[in-house]
């Protein structure tokens, strides 16, 4: 059984001709950077990356 390629989606603040990272949101949030996406990605439960943006908004990090 194979599995879906995930949604990739880079940030609205970034430009087209920048570099930066790539999310792709589900249960699992996965993350790469768009220069080297050949290399894999990081993942996350959802409630991790969650919490993590909400202590980014909140300048706690």
Request: include cysteine; charged fraction near 25%.
């Amino acid at each position: 059984m194979s599995t879906a390629e995930p949604a990739w989606h880079k940030s609205s603040y970034s430009r087209a001709d920048s570099n930066c990272v790539e999310i792709a949101e589900g249960t699992t949030t996965a993350i790469r950077d768009t220069q080297n996406r050949q290399a894999g990605h990081l993942s996350f439960p959802a409630s991790e990356w969650k919490a993590f943006l909400t202590e980014v908004r909140a300048e706690n990090l």
